[in-house]
């Protein structure tokens, strides 16, 4: 029998699963390219939720990652190395990198100081990234093409290249499933509700608080190496503040801690944004009063609310 | 001669020139329970934040079974097993309340680097926090989210946890606190029962308690132990009757 809790995350995968196959898109790959951009958003704002939902860290610099797994992509790229074989454990290894340095100095602070110093670390990286000259500094560059798989152009397609995206997702979903309800993961979320207590029982939770802020600045490396190769352009904007922002955003309206709420938040933000901005271009007037709502009455984001509805509510 | 369970050497602590703990010394021998007494901010819980590690001292040595632990923070020393309750409630309120006594548990039981695996679901961790619980008379309360719990059930869940945590020495700072008489009479019992089996600081208002509980009892004023005793001698100590128990007995 299937859990009544497992009924979301199945019903959001199945949509993403049977989309592609409702109709041909044909040429005009528009939906679907939208859609492959709400789960490439969705990894991100899955990783963010790990360290701001259950670890309670209030990371405002997280679009850095985006920033460095598309980068790992423009510069390989750049130097003739289109293989993902490559592009993809350098996106990791230099995002898991980064996020160690950041991390073991962000996470001897606490509270609004935790988010300034995470905010000024992603400025240093989307700084960084305009000075490189080399790589199209503030024009950004863009790339020859898709990445490829062991030589092999095969996700060259917008539908081929959607479900390698779609893959991508349910892996680092699953992953995650599996490190919130871990051993480690369980300490991560007693740290977020009482550091103090889980101090006083010997867990020494800088540790592990560096080891959740790695693996999701190291997901999140994976999700920048897919943004590259979708819009097949690099550029410093996908490292801003502003985008940093966005992505807390998704995770707030989906609700924190439950990874379902940021793959729901993700989808909400981006369509919401998608389908607004074909109205008027004052979209962000109607956004902006609409989160502040969201925030106010919805406790607990888009999840919170369905859990109201469905009865799962449990508390958490 | 056998090594002291904890060993206090001229520990002090001070916040500007406020001499909160004021060279204290003091030898705990392997499973005394011994009370610490005192009007109030006599510096008793400041003197077990320094034991549990929760706040460093400005000077002094700490012993351990005779290893020198001054330098540990506080899961370094709950790890080598000091472990602490506190004066204000503190637990997870919305874990189970068989997960929260299981987290203590996972603390002692091999790494928590573990990334699959549902740890809800380690029959280790379980039983031996369900023995905690049953212990200290929770059992039926195990599934029960730890915040609906009464004040006095949460006492009780403090104490399962540190129980869980494996201490060689347990520091309980007021654990009677804001209990009613009848919850209050449930953990006198139980710390009796813990009695002779851990080494205990306890840090207690209720004197009934602390003078049919404690082996010995040391009396903190201003930041100073003026007299250690058995509770007999402390009864009558003059100096401690003026100091302290007078206040209360006049």
Redesign the interface.
């Given at each position: 029998m299937i859990m009544r809790r497992e009924i979301l995350p199945l019903s959001i995968f199945l949509a993403f699963a049977v989309l592609p196959l409702l109709g041909d898109f044909g040429s005009d790959a528009f939906i679907l390219s939208i859609v492959t951009r709400v789960m490439i958003f969705a990894i991100a704002a899955v990783s963010l939720d790990l360290i701001l939902g259950y670890g309670a860290l209030v990371s405002f610099g997280h679009a850095a990652f985006l920033g460095i797994g598309a980068y790992a992509v423009g510069i390989l790229s750049a130097h003739g190395i289109r293989e993902a074989a490559i592009q993809i454990p350098a996106a990791l290894i230099v995002s898991a990198l980064f996020a160690l340095l950041t991390g073991a100095i962000s996470l001897r602070t606490k509270g609004i100081y935790f988010i300034m110093i995470t905010l000024a670390f992603g400025q240093m990286a989307y700084f960084f990234a305009v000075s490189l000259a080399a790589y199209g500094g503030d024009d950004g560059m863009t790339l020859p093409g898709r990445s490829l798989f062991f030589g092999y152009d095969i996700v060259q397609s917008e539908r081929a290249f959607y479900f390698l995206v779609f893959a991508c997702l349910i892996a680092v979903y699953v992953a995650c499933r599996?490190?919130v309800?871990?051993?480690?993961?369980?300490?991560i979320?007693?740290a977020r509700?009482?550091p103090?207590?889980?101090?006083?029982?010997?867990?020494?939770?800088f540790a592990?608080q560096l080891?959740i802020y790695v693996i999701a600045g190291t997901l999140c490396g994976l999700a920048g190496f897919l943004l590259a190769n979708q819009t097949q352009f690099v550029s410093p904007a996908y490292m801003t503040w502003q985008r940093s922002g966005e992505l807390i955003v998704m995770v707030l309206l989906g609700g924190l801690g439950s990874l379902n709420g940021a793959i729901l938040g993700a989808a909400a933000f981006l369509l919401l944004e998608e389908g607004l901005s074909h109205f008027t271009e004052y979209w962000k007037l109607y956004f902006g009063p609409f989160l502040v709502l969201v925030v106010l009455f919805a406790r607990g984001g888009l999840m919170g609310g369905f859990k109201r509805l469905t009865g799962t509510d449990d508390?958490? | 001669m056998t090594i002291p369970m904890l060993e206090l050497r001229h520990i002090r602590k001070n916040f500007g020139a406020l001499n909160v703990t004021d060279d204290v010394s003091l030898t705990i021998p392997r499973h005394e329970l011994h009370a610490m007494i005192g009007p109030n901010g006599a510096g008793k819980t400041t003197l077990i934040h320094q034991i549990?590690g929760?706040l460093s001292s400005n000077s002094g040595t700490l012993l351990l079974n005779g290893e020198d632990i001054t330098a540990l923070?506080?899961?370094?020393r709950?790890?080598k097993g000091i472990?602490?309750s506190?004066q204000i409630t503190?637990?997870?309120?919305?874990?189970s309340t068989l997960?929260n006594v299981a987290?203590?548990v996972?603390?002692?039981s091999g790494?928590?680097?573990?990334?699959?695996?549902?740890?809800?679901r380690?029959a280790v961790l379980n039983d031996a926090a369900l023995a905690a619980l049953t212990e200290v008379g929770l059992r039926d309360r195990a599934n029960l989210?730890a915040g609906l719990l009464s004040h006095g059930e949460k006492r009780q869940l403090e104490l399962a946890?540190?129980l869980a945590?494996q201490p060689s020495v347990l520091l309980l700072d007021e654990p009677l606190a804001g209990t009613g008489p009848e919850e209050s009479a449930v953990l006198t019992d139980l710390l009796r029962r813990l009695k002779g089996r851990l080494t205990i600081v306890l840090i207690e208002h209720d004197m009934e308690a602390v003078f049919s509980l404690a082996d010995r009892i040391s009396v903190l004023v201003y930041g100073k132990i003026i007299a250690t005793d058995t509770p007999q001698a402390i009864r009558d100590n003059p100096e401690v009757r003026t100091a302290y128990l007078g206040e209360e007995t006049a």
């Open positions: 599996m490190i309800t871990s051993r480690f993961g369980r300490v979320r007693g509700e009482n103090q207590r889980m101090e006083a029982i010997g867990f020494s939770l592990y080891t508390g958490r | 549990s929760l923070d506080l899961p370094q709950a790890r472990v602490r506190f503190s637990i997870l309120p919305h874990f997960e987290l203590a996972q603390a002692r790494s928590s680097f573990r990334f699959f695996g549902r740890a809800d380690e989210r946890i540190a945590a």
